[in-house]
């Protein structure tokens, strides 16, 4: 979860560069896709001339870009303590696979309000199934891991 939340992170900040780079490559005639892909190329190239347009007339609109890199990095930083103390620190896979579960109600409402092909939010919605999957088994692991350290539960004993 930490690397994929830092690459996801660090790749937000050269958004501009990035989906310049991936159109010239999706519209390289030499490229397999763009025979096999034509609407993914299509879609590509649309997002590339939005993103450059709205960098080169507002280029303040891609702070919110930054900001969403920013916050990538700081949940990474936050799996620290799963790593250090995992049965203490539960409560943050939990809430990471209440993450991943709640992007597929946002790609569902958002995708279409933005105008998203559905295809695309299935991409969005991929990241919160794939990103579960781990954490189930995290999870999992943590509540055996709890069950050791704290031994068998005991009815108290009455005195007196």
Same mark, same amino acid.
């Given at each position: $979860?930490?690397?994929?939340?830092?690459? %996801?992170? @660090? #790749?937000?900040?050269?958004?501009?560069?990035?989906? +310049?780079? *991936?159109?010239?490559?999706? #519209?390289?005639? =030499?490229?397999?896709? @763009?025979?096999? /892909? &034509?609407?993914?190329?299509?879609? !590509?190239?649309? @997002? #590339?001339?939005?993103?450059?347009?709205?960098?080169? #007339?507002?280029?303040?609109?891609?702070?919110?870009?930054?900001?969403?890199?920013?916050?990538? *990095? $700081?949940?990474?930083?936050?799996? !620290?303590?799963?790593?250090?103390?995992? @049965? +203490?620190?539960?409560?943050?896979?939990?809430?990471? $696979?209440?993450?991943? %579960?709640? !992007?597929? &109600?946002?790609?569902?409402? %958002?995708?279409?309000?933005? =105008?998203? &092909?559905?295809?695309?939010?299935?991409?969005? /919605?991929?990241?919160?199934?794939?990103? *579960?999957?781990?954490?189930?088994?995290?999870?999992?692991?943590?509540?055996?891991?709890?069950? !050791?350290?704290?031994?068998?539960?005991?009815?108290?004993? %009455?005195?007196?």
């Amino acid at each position: $979860m930490m690397v994929g939340l830092v690459v %996801a992170g @660090v #790749t937000a900040f050269p958004l501009t560069h990035e989906v +310049r780079w *991936l159109s010239s490559v999706l #519209t390289n005639p =030499h490229t397999p896709l @763009v025979a096999h /892909m &034509p609407w993914l190329t299509s879609w !590509i190239q649309q @997002v #590339t001339t939005g993103i450059t347009a709205t960098s080169a #007339t507002y280029p303040f609109i891609a702070y919110g870009t930054d900001w969403l890199a920013y916050a990538h *990095l $700081m949940i990474a930083v936050a799996f !620290i303590g799963p790593l250090r103390d995992p @049965v +203490r620190n539960v409560w943050v896979v939990q809430w990471a $696979m209440i993450a991943c %579960a709640s !992007i597929i &109600p946002l790609a569902l409402i %958002a995708g279409p309000v933005r =105008h998203i &092909p559905f295809w695309w939010s299935c991409i969005d /919605m991929s990241f919160g199934v794939f990103g *579960l999957v781990p954490l189930v088994f995290v999870h999992r692991y943590i509540r055996r891991l709890a069950a !050791i350290s704290v031994g068998p539960v005991t009815e108290p004993v %009455a005195v007196g």
